[in-house]
């Protein structure tokens, strides 16, 4: 077990790869704090952890909200008494849509969500970790943050924001013992792919599409993304900080 002993909190961790990511550090022997803003899906994901004589514990909030985030990692010490591992890994994505008709709204959420959520994170988690001697955070960010896709432009630039902030707080964290790394999926067989190819656009033919541009020619699956996170999180991974993990078939090159 690679992660016995550890407390880690994954966010966004009701569905996709923050399911995949919690159940495998549950299974690798961490206390996993399950969070999502969708408690039925959170509850399911601690279901799932339980079956497999995990310790999973659901914890409510929406990360773009300081009250919620620094509940969250509160509720964690609270309960396991400490945090080790931090995985920011809710995003909100975006349908293809040409940049003059992205709303103000829309551009808030997606930067609030997948930026300012980081932030938060960091903000509350820091204290914690440097007092307890160290700590590793990892962010869930997307090779579209590397090679931008057209029509997801603000999704684009909220994940090379996500990237370059995890670059930032690796250099001013590493006193601290405290690593900071993101990865970038690419496109990945979850609900949220429906949203990248377009609700109104044939899902098939957009999947098929996706595919095409990836060089090894498949989609990315939560297990892929949840065993790079492993990966991070491990003593394994001691010596690494700053890198941005790309886990896209060639997609980034
Ligand atoms: N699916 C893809 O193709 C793809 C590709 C690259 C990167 N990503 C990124 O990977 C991450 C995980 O995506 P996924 O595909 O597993 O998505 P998903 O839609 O399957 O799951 C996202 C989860 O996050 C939760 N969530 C959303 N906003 C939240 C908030 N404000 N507070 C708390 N929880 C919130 C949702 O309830 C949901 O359970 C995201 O950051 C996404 O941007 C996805």
């Not at 080790?84 to 808030?108: C, F, H, R």
């Not at 903000?123 to 160290?134: D, E, F, N, S, V």
């Not at 090894?216 to 941005?244: F, H, K, M, W």
Request: glycine residues 10%; charged residues 20%; hydrophobic residues 45%.
């Amino acid at each position: 077990m690679k992660l016995k002993g550890k407390v880690a909190l994954v966010t966004g961790a009701g569905s996709g790869m923050g399911q995949a990511i919690a159940a495998l550090f549950a299974r690798e022997g961490a206390k996993v704090s399950v969070v999502d803003m969708d408690a039925a899906r959170g509850q399911q994901t601690v279901s799932l952890i339980e079956q497999a004589k995990g310790q999973g514990k659901f914890i409510s909030a929406d990360v773009s909200k300081s009250a919620d985030v620094e509940g969250m990692i509160k509720t964690t010490v609270a309960a396991y008494g400490r945090l080790d591992i931090l995985v920011n890994n809710a995003g909100v994505p975006m349908g293809p849509t040409p940049i003059e008709e992205v709303s103000e709204d829309l551009y808030e959420r997606i930067m609030a969500v997948n930026v300012k959520a980081i932030y938060l994170a960091a903000k509350y988690a820091t204290p914690i970790m440097r007092q307890q001697g160290g700590g590793i955070i990892i962010n869930v960010t997307s090779i579209a943050g590397v090679r931008p896709r057209p029509g997801l432009n603000v999704y684009c630039a909220s994940k090379g924001g996500a990237i370059v902030l995890t670059r930032a707080l690796a250099i001013e964290l590493a006193a601290d013992n405290i690593r900071v790394n993101s990865v970038s999926p690419v496109a990945t067989d979850t609900p949220m792919l429906a949203k990248f190819i377009g609700e109104d656009k044939d899902y098939e033919k957009g999947r098929e599409k996706f595919i095409s541009t990836i060089p090894l020619g498949r989609l990315a699956t939560p297990e892929d993304i949840a065993q790079a996170a492993l990966y991070l999180a491990s003593s394994e991974a001691s010596l690494v900080t700053g890198i941005n993990l790309e886990v896209d078939g060639g997609r980034g090159i």
